[in-house]
């Protein structure tokens, strides 16, 4: 009975499934197994009723299973769901189920996390009490879409909307005879779990929003073929907020609400309104406006999407929610300096209804707001507006009493003010060093035109001539010259000068300022500094009493000079600080400040102030110029123009160069230092660059080369040193030599004795008229021993001139014999003759041999044929005078022309038997005879020469052949007075030694 038993619940439960279905052998095994062990408890649960009637209704949408059966009085059951094909537990649970009063079944609803489509599920139920159980009733097999019937591929969920962090399950059915590939979420591949033998499962967890079109899922078989898909659309139920309901015309009602978070659902999945059950479409924006007929007082709006929806209420009484709508049909009344603005209502309600209206007033991009109030309010009269100038107005109203909020606003309503005269120029003056200048003022801006200016008048007017003089000037100048010079002669220390401006509203009241005919220079005051900083100039000064009507500050570029573009502002009395700001300040230009006084007297300058808005590198170097003083090498510049300087100048920076290498040499912090002095530098060339710098920094610098030579006034203060100390050497030599004259003479230039001759020379000096000797022989005796058979000198007979060369050449030397001196024996007259010209060659001596010196009277020699000689009355014979009368001759100082032989040795003389009765030792004084060298000579002239002598006149001093020196007679006493003085340095140390007192 067994077996029988177990056979017929197979063949019911195939029944159930599929009559035509097969089962596979193990799932028969293992019904059978299963309903053995239900057998064999069937004793014990015989008591516990059977589940009966067990139905399944299943809903898709939901993935729901409701399970119902009828069990009796019990009220525990196990519920058991299996994956039919592949007999998988699913849901295994007790649950305790009360039984339906009316019908008496129990019911449990059981939702499946894959959709309901994607394969079959078997359904059994037992009671239980405790540990006892009852059989399990019939199996209830739900169908799914993966049967053999159903052949084409499939995917579920289709269209699914799920809500936002929600995991979702979907699976892909896959079509007969074919192998499943790969499932994509987007263009994800996510991991797929076998559930049947055609049905694959992916899971996706914790979802984000998708987008307008959901997100795409796809299954591919293994061919990578496209099998079929399914969307999936991820969001959020609706969530309204701020619902709130009000009336715009006293009648019907307007109720608003802001849509509040995203719902991420579109289309027929997006979510629909309803207030008191009337669906309002609510526009597309985020705030909600939705119209009712009438006001009702309470509200309720209802949100809903397929995900959910929200509720939101409201309630009010009608005069506390009063939003009156924009004015329409604007229109003004215009003037300069205000506008009245009148509209009209939509509704004729607002008419006595109490009104507060804004007005909102924009003029060249500013917009200011002002409130009115009044029952019905419907005009205002805006003030305070700009003449000729564009204007426009928006309004809205509220209610005033049980205000509840600002109605629409109004389109914008524009409108334009009538012209009107011009507000005062704003003047000012500005005067150069030659007491010219200009009159100039501000262009005036449109809202102190009020109006499109014509012209501007210019007034000059002297108080004290009561004269004046007016120009028209062109409405786009806005300067006049101006000239002291021709005010000169007015009496008044001062010109009132004044600007009106003209436009089609009228003349502006006018505007002056006294200038004064002294105008004070404006370098007679110290500029001090000023600092930008954070864009501007802070000037500061000390209060000035006498400025009663305030001050002015003008500045202008310091590069300028002469009728500058000056600008300036004008403080208030009792202010001490003003801070200058302008966008036309540029780095790099020095501006100039200046503070002036103002009141009933003539302006009056009061400080000054000098400044960069940013100091750069001066922008052109300076020019470097260098030179040698001395030893020392002085650089030297011209300082920087101020347009080149952008900055203050602190100093300058010398460098050396050697090559690639610059060295500082010095920093000069002297702005105004012109030149620079190096010094210890040996001769070579250098290269210096002189550098300029600011709180910038340093220029690019100018560069010089010099040449450093030796200094020539060393040198020539050398020389000079060593002249001055030789000429010092000489002066002490000279002083030495002058006290010591005495030993000096001795030593160095020793007196010539005089020579000693026995018997009387003299004799009466007499006109000699007497042929020109022919030379004579006179033999000197070098040695000084002498042969004493010799005692007298012996003349040698003269031989003709034409034999005297082959005479001389045959004489005998004869060592013991004097040496021949040859020699005109005549009265030499010392006054200097002159001959027609010269004969060199009669001036020239002839040595008669190596023992023999010739002693000639050359002195300018001219032969005998160029001169003129008188008639010799006498022979040749008479020439020959002995050398005792000559000597007595001499000694009878007949003239002292004569020449007498050279004196020798007192020994000489003695040897010669010519002694003298004077002792050796005695100087010889009285007798300065014999021949020495002459240092000043003259010609003598012939014509005396014939008169006193009828001997031929000699044509100079007898000189030694072997010397250059002239020989002079040596006169008597009074003979110096007729020498000449020898320019020579010997013959002057002579003198003064001879000169000299012993």
């Not at 009828?70 to 699913?90: C, K, M, Q, W």
Request: net charge negative; hydrophobic share 35%.
């Amino acid at each position: 009975m067994c077996r029988r038993g177990h056979g017929q619940s197979v063949a019911m439960a195939r029944s159930s499934v599929n009559p035509g279905s097969k089962f596979s052998s193990s799932f028969a095994l293992h019904i059978c197994v299963l309903a053995g062990l239900l057998a064999s408890h069937t004793l014990a649960t015989d008591a516990l009723p059977v589940p009966q009637q067990l139905s399944i209704l299943a809903d898709l949408a939901a993935q729901q299973l409701s399970i119902s059966w009828v069990g009796g009085a019990a009220t525990t059951f196990d519920l058991t769901i299996l994956r039919t094909e592949l007999d998988e537990t699913v849901f295994f649970e007790t649950i305790s189920v009360a039984s339906n009063p009316t019908s008496g079944r129990q019911q449990w609803n059981w939702t499946s996390a894959e959709p309901l489509e994607c394969t079959s599920l078997s359904v059994q139920v037992r009671s239980r009490d405790g540990q006892s159980t009852s059989k399990w009733s019939d199996t209830l097999i739900h169908q799914g879409n993966d049967l053999p019937t159903n052949t084409k591929a499939q995917v579920y969920p289709q269209d699914k909307v799920v809500p936002v962090g929600d995991n979702t399950t979907i699976c892909c059915v896959v079509k007969e005879k074919r192998r499943f590939g790969s499932m994509f979420l987007g263009n994800t591949t996510l991991a797929s779990k076998l559930i049947s033998r055609r049905t694959y499962t992916i899971t996706v967890v914790n979802q984000r929003p998708s987008g307008p079109a959901g997100t795409n899922v796809y299954c591919l078989d293994d061919q990578k073929t496209l099998m079929d898909g399914t969307v999936v659309f991820v969001g959020y139920p609706p969530l309204p907020t701020d619902f709130v309901c009000e009336t715009r015309d006293l009648t019907t009602t307007v109720c608003q609400w802001n849509v509040g978070r995203e719902s991420y659902l579109y289309g027929k999945r997006g979510t629909n309104y309803f207030i008191n059950g009337r669906r309002c479409a609510g526009g597309k924006l985020e705030r909600k406006v939705c119209p009712l007929d009438e006001w009702g007082g309470n509200w309720t709006l209802v949100a809903r999407n397929s995900l959910g929806q929200h509720e939101l209420s409201d309630a009010s009484e009608l005069s506390h929610r009063v939003c009156p709508v924009a004015p329409v049909q604007f229109s003004a009344v215009t003037h300069a300096w205000n506008a009245t603005v009148l509209w009209q209502w939509e509704h004729d309600s607002y008419y006595s209804l109490s009104l507060a209206c804004q007005v909102e007033l924009t003029c060249m991009g500013v917009k200011t707001k002002r409130t009115f109030t009044g029952v019905g309010l419907r005009s205002v009269v805006v003030s305070n507006l700009y003449p000729d100038e564009d204007h426009s107005v928006k309004v809205r109203c509220g209610a005033q009493r049980n205000f509840w909020k600002w109605g629409d606003w109004s389109e914008a309503f524009p409108f334009r003010t009538n012209v009107t005269f011009p507000d005062a120029p704003d003047v000012w003056v500005w005067i150069n060093g030659d007491n010219t200048g200009q009159l100039v003022w501000k262009p005036m801006t449109h809202r102190q035109s009020h109006g499109q200016i014509r012209a501007y008048k210019v007034t000059f007017w002297s108080p004290e001539e009561n004269e004046q003089h007016s120009e028209v000037i062109l409405p786009n100048s806005f300067a006049a010259p101006v000239n002291l010079s021709h005010f000169a002669t007015f009496s008044g220390d001062r010109i009132v000068a004044s600007v009106i401006a003209e436009n089609m509203g009228g003349a502006s009241p006018p505007s002056s300022v006294l200038i004064p005919l002294n105008w004070t220079d404006k370098e007679s005051i110290a500029a001090s500094r000023a600092v930008y900083a954070d864009g501007i100039f802070p000037l500061s000064w000390q209060s000035n009493e006498n400025a009663t009507c305030g001050y002015v500050v003008e500045w202008h570029q310091g590069s300028c000079t002469v009728n500058c573009p000056v600008k300036w502002i004008k403080v208030a009395p009792g202010s001490s600080n003003a801070s200058i700001e302008s966008a036309d300040f540029l780095p790099g230009v020095r501006y100039h400040f200046s503070l002036y006084s103002c009141s009933s007297e003539p302006v009056q300058l009061l400080q000054r102030w000098q400044g960069y808005m940013k100091e750069l590198v001066p922008s052109s170097p300076v020019t470097l110029a260098a030179h040698q003083e001395g030893s020392d090498l002085v650089l030297s510049w011209d300082g920087i123009p101020l347009v080149s300087r952008r900055g203050f100048i602190l100093g300058y920076s010398v460098y050396i160069s050697d090559g690639s290498t610059s060295t500082l040499l010095a920093n000069i912090t002297d702005p105004e230092a012109r030149a620079y002095r190096v010094k210890g530098y040996s001769t070579g060339t250098y290269k210096f660059t002189v550098k300029t710098y600011t709180s910038a920094g340093e220029d690019t610098g100018a560069t010089a080369s010099v040449t450093l030579e030796r200094y020539a006034d060393w040198l020539i203060l050398e020389i000079l040193t060593s002249l001055g100390i030789i000429a010092l050497f000489m002066v002490i030599l000279a002083f030495i030599c002058c006290k010591k004259r005495n030993w000096v003479k001795k030593a160095f230039y020793p007196d010539i004795p005089e020579p000693k001759l026995t018997g009387v020379w003299s004799r009466t000096q007499g006109p000699l008229d007497v042929k020109p000797s022919p030379n004579s022989v006179v033999h000197i005796v070098e040695k000084p021993e002498w042969d004493s058979s010799k005692e007298m000198l012996v003349v040698i007979p003269e031989e003709d001139e034409g034999d005297e060369g082959q005479m001389i050449g045959d004489e005998p030397v004869d060592t013991d014999e004097p040496t021949s001196i040859r020699y005109y024996n005549q009265v030499v007259d010392e006054r200097p003759i002159r001959p027609r010209f010269p004969d060199s060659s009669a001036s020239s001596a002839s040595s008669l041999d190596s023992a023999r010196t010739d002693v000639t009277y050359t002195g300018i020699q001219t032969s005998a044929s160029s001169l003129v000689w008188p008639a010799d009355p006498q022979g040749p014979g008479e020439s020959h005078q002995p050398l005792a009368d000559l000597a007595a001759a001499a000694a009878a100082g007949g003239g002292g022309g004569g020449y007498k032989p050279q004196m020798q040795t007192t020994a000489q003389t003695q040897d010669l038997g010519l002694a003298s009765p004077e002792s050796p030792s005695e100087p010889q004084a009285d007798f300065s005879g014999g021949y020495k060298p002459q240092s000043s000579w003259h010609f003598d002239s012939p014509t005396e020469a014939g008169e006193g002598s009828g001997l031929m006149p000699s044509l100079g001093s007898p000189t030694s052949v072997a010397s250059t020196q002239f020989l002079l007679p040596d006169g008597e006493d009074g003979g110096e007075e007729r020498r000449q003085p020898s320019s020579s340095a010997s013959t002057w140390f002579t003198n003064l030694l001879s000169s000299s007192k012993p």
